[in-house]
């Protein structure tokens, strides 16, 4: 049987061609934990894919996204078990099934959410042709100095911070085992006798630390510098040596999702972290298990090009602005005048911008920049580039 061409990866069998037969794979379940903050929740509304589609250096990844008639694929032999939290990141809720969009955030979905777990999971099945298990944890606006900080790291200088160190760590643990403990309860097709591998781990964080309280550096001049991160270098090494021992998983294959907001820096705060985020990787005792995924490379560039213009364009209509939210506040008719303003910015963005940056406009952007623009091309991107250097552990050991 020839399969559609868009339909390639989610199948339980692989096809040897050449004498047409289908073989099962009889291995063990591989099983892969994500685990992060809000950006490994993901943001990126699935109503952004068409930027993907447009773009011909991402397209191949879109086809691989949708089915035939341009709708998000659902795997057959990839699925997710998935622990979430709300808006504030309080963990609210668990959900599993196979992998499709919309296992993304799962507050204010829109059109549904995804993050990397989507195109990491289609990429995993296509390297690895063999069925695939996902386990998912991510909450919003979490730490690794105190949410996710490791047993082995000690406890936080802060007094306020020592109660809550460590609990989404414990609770990312404890979700693990949950799951391991019975596997075919979310992947109905578990064989008991076959069992599991925990195959690898992808690490995807970092802006509560990129924002939090490590202390300042000097620069030769005696002056304020950026933040010395170094603490946050122990405390990954800590994190990566903890989740190996208490899932008794040696050597387990780590993927660091180097923080990526804002593109590419120059001698900023921001690259002084990225700095410290990909340090383990390179120690000794890493380098062979352990590797980074620089995820600013992946940075939308044609999102803030289109949203500088725009907001030079808000700012013409300003003060137009400001009277309608006075005659708001005061109780009087403001929905007539605020549509007409409103169809007056966007006759000069149409006027403004060209054609693809229009599309950009309409079709890439789904939230804010920490939250990389809401796009699903760049989370797109990030999910295969995980799974690709997964991959590349696993060949080179």
Same mark, same amino acid.
């Given at each position: 049987?020839?399969?559609?061409?868009?339909?390639?990866?989610?199948?339980l069998?692989?096809?040897?061609?050449?004498v047409?037969?289908?073989?099962?794979?009889a291995?063990?379940?591989?099983?892969?934990? /994500?685990?992060?903050q809000?950006n490994?929740?993901?943001?990126?509304?699935?109503?952004?894919?068409?930027?993907?589609a447009?773009?011909?250096?991402? =397209?191949?990844?879109?086809?691989?996204?949708? *089915?035939?008639d341009?709708?998000?694929?659902?795997?057959d032999? &990839?699925?997710?078990?998935?622990?979430?939290?709300?808006?504030?990141?309080?963990?609210?809720?668990k959900?599993?099934?196979? /992998?499709?969009?919309?296992?993304?955030?799962?507050?204010? &979905?829109?059109?549904?959410?995804?993050?990397? @777990?989507?195109? #990491?999971?289609?990429?995993?099945?296509?390297?690895?042709?063999?069925?695939? /298990?996902l386990?998912?944890?991510?909450?919003?606006g979490?730490?690794?100095?105190? *949410?996710?900080?490791p047993?082995?790291?000690?406890?936080?200088?802060? @007094?306020?911070a +020592? %109660?809550? =160190?460590g609990?989404?760590?414990?609770?990312?643990? @404890?979700? &693990?085992?949950?799951?391991? !403990?019975?596997?075919?309860? &979310?992947y109905?097709?578990? *064989?008991?006798?076959e069992?599991?591998?925990?195959?690898? #781990?992808?690490w995807?964080?970092?802006?509560?630390?990129?924002?939090?309280?490590?202390?300042?550096?000097?620069?030769?001049?005696?002056k304020?510098?950026?933040?010395?991160?170094? %603490?946050?270098?122990?405390?990954?090494?800590?994190?990566i040596?903890?989740?190996?021992?208490d899932?008794?998983?040696?050597?387990?294959?780590?993927?660091?999702?180097?923080?990526?907001?804002?593109?590419?820096? $120059?001698?900023?705060?921001?690259?002084? #972290?990225?700095?410290?985020? =990909?340090?383990?990787? +390179?120690?000794?005792?890493?380098?062979?298990?352990v590797?980074?995924?620089?995820?600013h490379?992946?940075?939308?560039?044609?999102?803030?090009?289109?949203q500088?213009?725009?907001?030079?364009?808000?700012?013409?209509?300003a003060?137009?602005?400001r !009277?309608l939210?006075e005659?708001?506040k005061?109780?009087?008719?403001?929905?007539?005048?605020a549509?007409?303003?409103?169809?007056?910015?966007?006759? $000069?963005? %149409?006027?403004?911008?060209?054609?693809? @940056? /229009?599309?950009t406009?309409d079709?890439?952007?789904?939230?804010?920049?920490?939250?990389?623009?809401?796009?699903?091309?760049?989370?797109?991107?990030?999910?295969? !580039?995980?799974?690709? !250097?997964l991959v590349?552990?696993?060949?080179?050991?």
């Open positions: 049987m020839k399969y559609p061409t868009n339909i390639r990866v989610c199948l069998v692989l096809v040897a061609s050449s047409g037969l289908a073989v099962s794979a291995t063990p379940l591989k099983v892969y934990i /994500l685990a992060g809000s490994m929740e993901g943001h990126a509304q699935t109503r952004t894919f068409p930027a993907i447009g773009d011909p250096a991402t =397209a191949d990844i879109y086809k691989k996204m949708v *089915d035939a341009g709708k998000p694929i659902v795997c032999d &990839v699925w997710i078990a998935y622990s979430y939290g709300n808006f504030s990141g309080d963990p609210v809720g959900r599993s099934g196979k /992998l499709t969009a919309g296992f993304g955030s799962q507050h204010h &979905v829109g059109t549904g959410k995804i993050g990397p @777990e989507f195109t #990491f999971g289609i990429m995993m099945g296509e390297h690895q042709g063999e069925p695939i /298990l386990i998912k944890d991510a909450w919003g979490k730490s690794l100095q105190v *949410d996710f900080r047993p082995s790291g000690g406890e936080p200088e802060d @007094e306020k +020592k %109660e809550k =160190a609990r989404y760590y414990r609770l990312l643990i @404890e979700h &693990v085992k949950e799951v391991l !403990a019975d596997p075919g309860k &979310v109905p097709g578990y *064989d008991p006798k069992g599991y591998e925990l195959s690898g #781990f992808v995807f964080q970092g802006f509560n630390d990129l924002v939090g309280p490590y202390p300042a550096t000097k620069t030769a001049e005696g304020k510098g950026p933040k010395d991160y170094s %603490e946050y270098s122990r405390l990954l090494s800590c994190f040596r903890d989740v190996r021992k899932l008794s998983a040696p050597g387990l294959p780590f993927v660091i999702g180097v923080l990526g907001t804002g593109g590419a820096t $120059k001698g900023d705060g921001t690259e002084a #972290f990225r700095k410290a985020m =990909a340090a383990p990787a +390179k120690t000794e005792e890493f380098k062979e298990s590797t980074n995924v620089f995820t490379k992946y940075w939308p560039t044609e999102i803030d090009a289109v500088a213009k725009v907001s030079t364009i808000n700012k013409e209509f003060k137009q602005d !009277a939210k005659k708001k005061n109780g009087g008719d403001w929905k007539k005048e549509a007409q303003i409103e169809k007056e910015k966007r006759a $000069k963005i %149409e006027a403004t911008l060209t054609k693809d @940056e /229009l599309f406009l079709n890439g952007i789904s939230n804010r920049g920490f939250h990389y623009h809401g796009s699903a091309k760049f989370f797109a991107q990030i999910g295969k !580039a995980f799974a690709d !250097a590349a552990l696993e060949k080179d050991r």
